[in-house]
């Protein structure tokens, strides 16, 4: 009884340890704070989009970080102004900051992000610039969408 449990939970392990959909393969090791992303032969939108996707979160969290910091506020409290029915770019024109510097910040923080995928080898060159082609519009969303 003991080898025929042993058996599906090894199994299952393996399986949600590295799982491959459509061309991408997701596989979270022990000592990765995350999944890690490696892109198959794909080098086009696909392969960017899902570097996107696959980093949303944590990109969302820098973001927060990186508009606090230009707005001069806390993560808390800019939270707390966007929980009130707020976009980033009403907060900023509030605190007196332009739309240009929050995006610039934006922008050099994700840029280097994406320099750092590239130098992990988690994105090649060629899909580290259509990310980048990606990101003034992404970021332009992040900052007027309001919560």
């Known amino acids: ?3 025929k449990l042993i ?3 090894v199994l299952s392990g393996a399986l949600l340890g590295s799982i491959t959909v459509g061309g991408v393969a997701a596989a ?3 000592s990765s704070s995350g999944p890690v992303i490696v892109v198959g032969s794909s080098s086009g939108q696909h392969a960017a ?3 996107l996707s696959a980093h949303q979160k944590a990109l969302h969290a820098r973001a927060l970080a990186v508009s606090a910091a ?7 409290a800019l ?3 966007l929980r009130t029915g707020k976009s980033i770019t ?3 024109r509030e605190r007196g900051v332009s739309t240009q510097k929050l995006l610039a910040a934006l922008s050099t923080a994700s840029e280097a992000r994406v320099k750092g995928a590239v130098s992990r080898h988690r994105l090649n060159r060629k899909q580290a ?3 980048d082609a990606l990101l003034p519009a992404y970021l332009d969303k992040l900052i007027t969408r309001v919560y």
């Open 49 to 51: 989009r899902d570097w």
């Open 7 to 9: 058996a599906p939970v």
């Open 1 to 3: 009884m003991f080898q």
């Open 28 to 30: 979270s090791t022990p």
């Open 79 to 81: 939270l707390t102004e």
């Open 70 to 76: 230009t707005l001069g506020m806390t993560q808390k």
């Open 90 to 92: 009403q907060v900023a």
């Open 129 to 131: 610039q259509r990310v």
